[in-house]
Structures are given as structure tokens and as C-alpha cells.
């Protein structure tokens, strides 16, 4: 069983994508403006980011943070590729999305997708009956503090950006 889960994220691509090193944008003529607006808020819902912010005067719309898809929901397309798709599904991982409508000498279509991965602190599993426990959220830490004392020390970590959702995103945007 192990053998075939090892090669079904073998194929999946699950080599870690080059991190951007630019942004992930496009040329707009200034006629499309608008109703780049309108598709970008439409793609986002589609792509299971709901957006937060929407400043028009600013050119910019902030999604919330969306709980990445994992490997049994099919459905979700807030992932790009195998690599993510097979992170999300053994850590807890959010995306948030930024699209920006940059005015220069001509307008410029921004989209830059954040990921963040939930670290804990790691539960103290001894026993049998504490690893059934382990799931309701009242064992101590392996360093001994209380719950509610290492809930505190939940925080999201910024990973970098996702390229291929960006691109995804900025293609379907541009075809919609």
C-alpha cells in the first residue's frame, strides 16, 4: 500500500516548484479595465477565494485567507499542482490572493498568491488513550505547557508565493 501511495504522488509531480523571482502580470488596454475588474472578482469566487477587500480608487482586491484543498477534495481548484496539492494534504496550509491594478505609462494587471502553513507546537503522545486524545486539543506540549498556554503559539508562516496559481489565476482572468 505504501509502494503505491509513494508512486501516486511520484506522479503527481510532487518536485517543489521554483519559487517567482518577478511578478506574475499582464498588459491592459485601458478600455478592459473595467471588466477585468469584474472578471477577476468572478475568477477569484470560482477558485474558492472570496474576497475581503475590494478598493477601486486603489486598484486592489485582498481575498481571505482559503484553506488549501487536500488530496480528497477533487472539487476545490485553489491548488495548481501536485507539489501543493500534496503539501496541503499533510500540513494545514492557506492561500490568500492579492490582484492589483497598477496604472504606469499603461495599466498593468498584478496577481500574487501567498501561502502560509499552521505551526503548533507538537502534542505529548504517550499512550494509546492519548493518542485518541490527541485530536480533541487537551494534551500538554512534549515541553510540558497547557493547551491553553501553547495555543498562543499557533501562528501562520509565510511560505513565499505560488506561481502557478498565479498564473492559472491571471490566465483564466484574462480569458473570462
Known sequence: MGL??????GAAG???????????????DDESVETLWDSSLSVLRKFDFEPDRQDRTAGIIVTMPTTSAQWHEPWRQDVADGYSLAESSLHTMQRKATIRFVREETWRL??????????????????????????????PTVTGESVADSRSQRRWVHLGRDEAMESR????????
Open 4 to 9: 503505491v501511495a509513494w508512486a501516486l504522488l
Open 14 to 28: 510532487c518536485q517543489r516548484p521554483v519559487p517567482p523571482e518577478g511578478r506574475t502580470s499582464a498588459a491592459v
Open 169 to 176: 489565476l491571471l490566465s483564466r482572468i484574462l480569458s473570462y
Open 110 to 139: 498584478d496577481v500574487q498568491v501567498d501561502v502560509y502553513r499552521l505551526s503548533t507546537p507538537e502534542a505529548q503522545v504517550t499512550t494509546a488513550s492519548s493518542a485518541i486524545r490527541s485530536f480533541s486539543g487537551d494534551l
